[in-house]
């Protein structure tokens, strides 16, 4: 519907219109990159030759509610979210953030060493740290010269 | 209360801004006393958060610094890094003078209560 301004019809007040209008229709967790379209954990991987360094954002998470298993190739959470149950007299203004209960196996970039395995919780961002066997780890080859 | 349009775009960054600002999700409880919002703002500390109310708009604003894994390489990401940006328009009926904030793992708590209703005031009428 065009919409029509003192008798005039304004197109940039009806493009900022549908900006808007296509803004409401973006999800909350729109600027996952890859991950899919679930309410499933973001999570970024990075490595160098010596450990494996996974993060994922998972907010308002009691750690006592994450469990996580390593094996050499993978990775496995599950992360229980707390639904917020409403009291008496309260009703829901607007619902974005995901509740229940969440699994995600994540397959490593490279084997790792599922005992020498650091988790913490800090700021609700999950740190991984895991460490790379020796056997695995790159080894520098010296050139000789012949 | 009802949401500002607030688009989480470079565009709407403030010139100031070096890094991505994205829109939190949130969770909006009426409670008999006034309202509760819940915002997701992992990676977020006290230090880098700030509630403001400026007439009838609660703005929620958090930084978070760059993403500085040792050295490491990424190879491969879902997320990114940025700041987070929200705004709200409060109803009549609030007390800007109650809101309370609270930050815990990555979530923002912000309560507003209502204003108390003023009955009618009687006046004493004093004798010259």
């Not at chain 1, 229709?25 to 899919?36: D, N």
């Not at chain 2, 703002?41 to 700030?50: I, Q």
């Not at chain 2, 990401?77 to 109803?91: A, H, K, Q, S, V």
Request: glycine share 6%; aromatic share 4%; net charge negative.
């Amino acid at each position: 519907m065009t919409r029509v301004f003192n008798g005039l019809w304004n197109p940039l007040a009806e493009l900022s219109r549908v900006q808007r209008d296509l803004n409401c229709l973006i999800p909350a967790g729109w600027r996952s990159l890859a991950a899919p379209a679930t309410s499933q954990p973001a999570a970024n991987i990075w490595q160098d030759e010596n450990q494996v360094t996974l993060t994922l954002e998972v907010p308002g998470i009691d750690p006592e509610n994450i469990d996580v298993t390593v094996t050499e190739e993978a990775v496995t959470l599950r992360i229980r979210r707390a639904e917020r149950e409403l009291a008496e007299g309260e009703s829901w203004v607007r619902r974005e953030r995901h509740a229940g209960e969440i699994g995600r196996t994540i397959t490593l970039p490279c084997e790792v060493d599922p005992e020498k395995t650091d988790a913490t919780y800090q700021h609700g961002i999950l740190t991984l740290t895991l460490q790379r066997p020796e056997a695995h780890k790159p080894h520098k080859v010296k050139v000789k010269a012949c | 209360m009802s949401e500002q349009q607030l688009l989480s775009t470079p565009e709407n960054q403030s010139p100031s801004r070096t890094q991505r600002v994205f829109r939190p999700a949130v969770d909006i409880v009426e409670t008999p006393s006034g309202v509760s919002v819940v915002a997701e703002v992992p990676g977020v500390d006290e230090a880098n958060l700030d509630v403001t109310i400026e007439r009838n708009t609660l703005t929620i604003r958090g930084h978070v610094p760059a993403a500085d894994i040792g050295g490491m390489t990424p190879t491969h990401l879902e997320y990114e890094t940025g700041d987070y940006e929200r705004r709200f328009t409060i109803g009549e009926d609030l007390d800007p003078e109650t809101v309370d904030a609270t930050l815990k793992d990555g979530l923002l708590t912000v309560t507003l209560q209502r204003k108390q209703e003023r009955g009618p005031k009687k006046v004493e009428i004093k004798t010259a």
